[in-house]
């Protein structure tokens, strides 16, 4: 999103994270900026009875964490490394410079950002009150388009696990499988040595 020259200009370091790795908790107060060099980073939450809850997943490219950075609020989830990862990260008075003094970052950013309320928007409403089937295949047809960006007509080869797919529609693994199977039987979707094509 942001450039690696612009963030190294602000004075940008690396923080290298192991697989499982927690970067900040709940609670905490942000301070910096993050945006994913390698690998991939999950926003987490867990229930009372420890079920977790997946915000968001980032790979390379992508920031996470800066609304609670913006509004000078405490972070609403834990930001954990799904796989060994580095990420850059810029203290949060030298982003703020950045963005006053680089208009056009903030743009990019402010679009960004209006992109996953919207994402939080649709997936609340289909969370909510709709089917597994049909929860689990707006989340697919989601990161198809909104996310990688890839046109209908094309197939889409399903990145995320079975797991990862049932916690950010709040669903047990076992219900996804269900419906994946079931998805399957009414070629909405095919799958191709394990892995879900849409």
Same mark, same amino acid.
């Given at each position: 999103?942001?450039?690696?020259? &612009? #963030?190294?200009? %602000?004075? $940008?370091?690396?923080? !290298?994270?192991?697989?499982?790795?927690?970067? @900040?908790?709940?609670?905490? *107060?942000?301070?910096?900026? @993050?945006?994913?060099?390698?690998?991939? /980073?999950?926003?987490?939450?867990?229930?009372?009875?420890?079920? +977790? @809850?997946?915000?968001? /997943?980032?790979?390379?490219? *992508?920031?996470?964490? +800066?609304?609670?950075?913006?509004?000078?609020?405490?972070?609403?989830? %834990?930001? +954990? $490394?799904?796989?060994?990862?580095?990420?850059?990260?810029?203290?949060?008075?030298? @982003? #703020?410079?950045?963005?006053? +003094?680089?208009?056009?970052?903030?743009?990019?950013?402010?679009?960004?950002?209006?992109?996953?309320?919207? %994402?939080?928007?649709?997936?609340?409403?289909? /969370?909510?009150?709709?089917?597994?089937? !049909? =929860? #689990?295949?707006?989340?697919?047809? %989601?990161?198809?388009?909104? /996310?990688?960006?890839?046109?209908?007509?094309?197939?889409? *080869?399903?990145?995320?696990?079975?797991?990862?797919?049932?916690?950010?529609?709040?669903?047990?693994?076992?219900?996804?499988?269900?419906?994946?199977?079931?998805?399957?039987?009414?070629?909405? &979707?095919? &799958?191709?040595?394990?892995?879900?094509? =849409?």
């Amino acid at each position: 999103m942001i450039s690696d020259d &612009l #963030l190294k200009k %602000y004075g $940008a370091e690396k923080v !290298h994270l192991v697989k499982r790795e927690v970067l @900040f908790g709940v609670d905490t *107060l942000p301070r910096y900026y @993050f945006q994913v060099i390698s690998g991939k /980073i999950k926003m987490n939450n867990f229930n009372e009875d420890g079920k +977790e @809850f997946i915000q968001g /997943i980032f790979s390379e490219g *992508l920031s996470f964490g +800066e609304p609670p950075l913006l509004a000078e609020l405490a972070y609403p989830a %834990y930001a +954990e $490394a799904v796989a060994n990862s580095i990420v850059w990260k810029l203290e949060k008075s030298k @982003f #703020l410079a950045l963005l006053k +003094e680089n208009p056009e970052t903030h743009l990019v950013l402010t679009k960004v950002l209006a992109r996953r309320l919207h %994402y939080k928007a649709t997936m609340v409403a289909e /969370i909510s009150s709709e089917s597994p089937e !049909h =929860r #689990l295949l707006k989340l697919i047809d %989601y990161f198809k388009t909104h /996310i990688h960006k890839i046109p209908d007509e094309e197939p889409y *080869l399903v990145e995320l696990s079975r797991q990862q797919m049932a916690d950010l529609i709040g669903l047990r693994v076992e219900t996804v499988i269900r419906a994946i199977k079931s998805l399957e039987k009414k070629n909405i &979707l095919q &799958l191709q040595s394990h892995k879900i094509v =849409r």
